[in-house]
């Protein structure tokens, strides 16, 4: 049951980078030793630890280990990451080269992504992007990685990531002729394999900087369905059919400022 952090020769765990949340799963070792990882980080540039706890067994310098993702939560991570290079993208097309990423997340249940831009996107220029993303998923674009010099990539048009930190020899994930980015995440063998994306919403996060986050794969049709639940549930509340919800509301928002402007002039 103790917490230890271990350093292998080699693994197939992702360190913590770019935006991207580390792997977890599980590592054995030939002696009997059982770690559960909880986290994995990356340090420095060439060192990855496993974070985990000791369930079982002992460690020993020199031990040799058999390591095992989780494949479940990586392969949504993976979604999640290449579906942000499609907004990237197509924040762009839509609001203009000006727009830049301030900073990521990618986890298994979601995507962040921050912007600069000024002033909020409008809904309708929001579901015009979310309507090219998922186009774009649809076309089922081959995703390829290559490495090549730093000033190799950056001529080739590839978009460098905020805040990352590059060396003589990187790697570009091309999604298509539609994404080119500087990346050294996990990502899809095709956009469609994203399956659908779809948008929670923006917001501020400081002046000049937006904010949007979305779902994909599995996390964007379990949106889609806590939508409906809550849809469905007001309507039942007021007794009438989803799609009369949103007049029934309109209905009772006016009643109740007509009630209150009555009893202030009676107080």
Known sequence: DQNVDIVVSSTPFYGESGGQVGDTGRMTTASGA?????????????????????????????????????????????????ATHLLHA???????????????????????FDFSHDGAVSDEKLADIE??????????????????????????GA?????????????????????VELCGGTHVARTGDIGLLTLAGQTAVAAGTRRVEAHSGRG???????????????????????????????KLVERIGKLEREADKAS
């Open 90 to 112: 197509a924040l762009r097309n839509h609001l203009g080269d000006g727009v830049a990423q301030a900073g990521s997340l990618v986890d298994a249940e979601r995507l962040r």
């Open 220 to 250: 964007a049709l379990a949106s889609l369905r806590e939508r409906d639940s809550l849809l469905a549930e007001v309507a039942g509340l007021l007794g009438s059919a989803e799609g009369e919800t949103p007049e029934r509301v309109a």
């Open 159 to 179: 978009l460098a990531f905020f805040g990352e930190k590059y060396g003589d020899t990187v790697r570009v994930v091309r999604m298509g002729d539609y994404s």
């Open 131 to 156: 309507d090219e993303v998922n186009g774009i998923i649809r076309a089922n674009l081959e995703v390829g990685c290559q490495e090549m010099p730093y000033k190799d990539a950056l001529a080739s």
């Open 34 to 82: 059982i770690v559960d990882v909880g986290d994995t980080q990356r340090p420095a540039a060439d060192v990855i630890v496993h974070r985990g706890r000791l369930s079982g067994g002992e460690l020993s310098v020199g031990d040799t280990a058999s390591l095992s993702i989780d494949g479940e939560r990586r392969q949504a991570i993976r979604l999640n990451h290449s």
